[in-house]
């Protein structure tokens, strides 16, 4: 069965401090992985987007890494901001028949405080 | 250049009662998906949608059905609602290119709460 487990389930530091989350995936084949960014009560955001060759990208403060080999994920949060606060979703795509199919981890809920 | 618009924001709905929640796509897109979350939950996918036919579904009953029109805006109707049925109801747009799908936009959500 496809899943993706994320840790921690919750987290709280204090403004100006990194945080890594975790991403960990059993999707097979493989097709992209993405992170999202939900604030409470509205839709997901895309913060990244990875593809198997890629192993890094990053998007402002926001750094992914991907080891497609062991199904691993991380999104490293630099120099954390009252705003960052909010749940980070990593979603993974995979294919199967031709269709693509989404899975959905259950998110991190990351609390930043002053 | 409008993103992904849902209507209503909110809905309080009583046990039994049908529910229609709306989606415009963002500008270009062709797609239409609709996710249900859960409080504290990830979202679930419901169905998809791409030239005016359900293309996909996840382990949602019969209760749960859409439809997309021309201008690809789409529905979700609920029918029979449950106390369970209580989420928040996302809505994501994309453009679909042959086989692929390319990257989803989510719309704002539908606060739908049944009592």
């Known amino acids: 069965k496809n899943q993706v487990e994320q840790s921690p389930q919750s987290l709280i530091i204090l403004e100006g401090k990194n945080c890594t989350l975790q991403?960990?995936?059993?999707?097979?084949?493989?097709?992209?992985l993405r992170w999202y960014k939900q604030d409470t009560g509205r839709g997901p955001v895309s913060l990244t987007i990875?593809?198997?060759?890629?192993n890094t990208k990053s998007n402002g403060r926001y750094t992914a890494t991907l080891d497609a080999d062991t199904k691993q994920s991380s999104l490293h949060i630099t120099a954390s901001q009252l705003s960052d606060s909010a749940s980070y979703i990593c979603?993974?795509?995979?294919?199967?028949?031709?269709?693509?199919?989404?899975?959905f981890g259950t998110g991190t809920r990351l609390t930043i405080i002053p | 250049d409008a993103g992904v618009t849902q209507s209503p924001t909110h809905l309080i709905k009583t046990r039994g009662q049908q529910v229609t929640l709306r989606c415009s796509p963002k500008?270009?897109?062709?797609?239409v998906s609709w996710y249900q979350q859960a409080l504290g939950q990830g979202p679930q996918f419901i169905f998809q949608?791409?030239?005016?036919?359900?293309?996909q579904r996840g382990n949602f009953p019969d209760r749960f059905s859409g439809h997309q029109f021309p201008n690809y805006s789409s529905e979700l109707n609920v029918n029979a609602l449950l106390l369970g049925d209580s989420a928040l109801y996302l809505c994501?747009?994309?453009?679909?290119?042959?086989?692929?799908?390319?990257?989803?936009?989510f719309g704002p959500g539908t606060r739908l709460l049944v009592l």
């Open positions: 994501a747009s994309s453009f679909r290119s042959g086989r692929l799908q390319e990257t989803q936009y």
């Open positions: 991403c960990n995936y059993t999707v097979s084949p493989f097709s992209n």
């Open positions: 990875m593809t198997f060759s890629e």
């Open positions: 979603v993974v795509k995979g294919v199967n028949f031709g269709n693509e199919k989404l899975t």
């Open positions: 500008s270009g897109h062709d797609t």
């Open positions: 949608y791409y030239e005016e036919e359900e293309r």
